[in-house]
């Protein structure tokens, strides 16, 4: 057997997760694919300059099914999710930590191969990741890879909250809906939809950043990525935080025609369906047009749609307009619509 044929066929065992030898050379391994975006020192702990008096810190874990689709991976996943997660209240994310959770068996390949998205990911959202940790647990204990990360952002403009969405505001969309969901689903199940619909997946702390430089601040009162539960979800939250009714028209929304078959076909709807590349935000009514062209100059905003506005309310409620005029009030989902994903 060839040194590269060998190489191939390395899988993670249990001693990677000892301490000992074989757990050095792994995360030495680790820390090599991730290159420069990697910055720990080897220590306990990372040591970081945080240029402001107010952070952002979140967190998130990672079991996507499958680990690997069309135009993207776990990997890439993880780190978009957690940078959206910091750019969509308003921060500027500086740095990660990246959690490995590995079942004995998972080939070595596959492992970097993850880890060159996650670092490619990093490199284009310009965060570093500081720290890390990895385990290993035996056959059967996990399913086969779960990534954790920690983000921490910092502020140079005042935070966004859900409590400043008021009646007025218009709510806007940027970008199509449930793409990521039917792809994956298509994937998993060998539907043949995904070389037409590709995952939405992308880090969006850059689109978002030029939006609130290009708006007098307060014009843009609140973002949410619009992730498990898809837009309904979004929609649902806000409307309790704000006590208002949240309206849109079914036709104003942003769809892929080949997504709308898929979800036609399988009789699901694409309101609910995750996204990971996609926002939704809530802007004062004399600003929607400003904000939209923003959107729509950036490679992951040109699909960007205002799609409905805020209203006052006795009531928390999600309403949709049909095209004939009829409105429907919409009921949020008591669970979900398809078996996890992501």
């Known amino acids: 057997m060839t040194k590269e044929h ?12 000892t301490g000992a030898r074989l757990s050095r050379e792994l995360v030495e391994r680790i820390a090599a694919t991730l290159g420069d975006t990697y910055i720990g020192a080897m220590e306990d702990s990372a040591i970081l300059e945080v240029p402001t008096g107010r952070i952002a810190v979140t967190t998130d874990s990672f079991v996507v ?27 500027r994310p500086l740095y990660l930590t990246l959690g490995l959770i590995i079942e004995a068996g998972f080939p070595i390949p596959l492992l970097v191969r993850a880890l060159e998205s996650a670092r490619d990911a990093a490199k284009e959202a310009g965060v570093k990741i500081v720290a890390g940790d990895t385990k290993v647990v035996g056959k059967g204990e996990a399913d086969r890879l779960f990534m954790n990360t920690a983000g921490v952002g ?31 689903l298509s994937v998993r199940e060998g539907l043949g939809f995904e070389k037409r619909v590709q995952s939405d997946c992308a880090p969006l702390n850059g689109l978002i950043d030029a939006v609130l430089k290009g708006v007098p601040q307060g014009a843009v009162a609140a973002i949410r990525d619009v992730t498990r539960g898809g ?17 849109f028209a079914r036709a104003a929304l942003p769809v892929l025609p080949e997504a709308v078959m898929a979800a036609d076909m399988l009789g699901i709807n694409l309101i609910h369906l995750a996204n990971e590349g996609c926002l939704c935000l809530f802007v004062e009514a004399d600003k929607a047009g400003d904000v939209l062209g923003i959107l729509r100059a ?36 008591y669970g979900a619509e398809l078996p996890r994903l992501c």
């Open 231 to 247: 837009l309904c979800a979004v929609l649902h939250e806000f409307a309790r935080a704000s006590g208002a009714e949240l309206s």
């Open 298 to 333: 950036h490679p992951y905003g040109r699909n960007a749609a205002v799609i409905g506005e805020v209203k006052a309310a006795t009531e928390p409620v999600v309403s949709m307009t049909e095209p004939d005029g009829t409105q429907t009030l919409l009921e949020e989902l």
């Open 154 to 184: 910092v502020f140079e403009r005042p935070p966004l909250v859900s409590r400043a969405v008021r009646p007025g505001h218009k709510i806007i969309v940027s970008g199509y809906l449930g793409n990521h969901s039917i792809h994956l």
């Open 65 to 91: 099914t499958p680990l690997f689709f069309g135009n993207g991976d776990i990997g890439k996943v993880a780190v978009c999710g957690t940078v959206n997660d910091l750019a969509v209240s308003g921060a």
């Open 6 to 17: 060998a190489k191939e066929n390395e899988e993670v065992v249990l001693d990677h997760g």
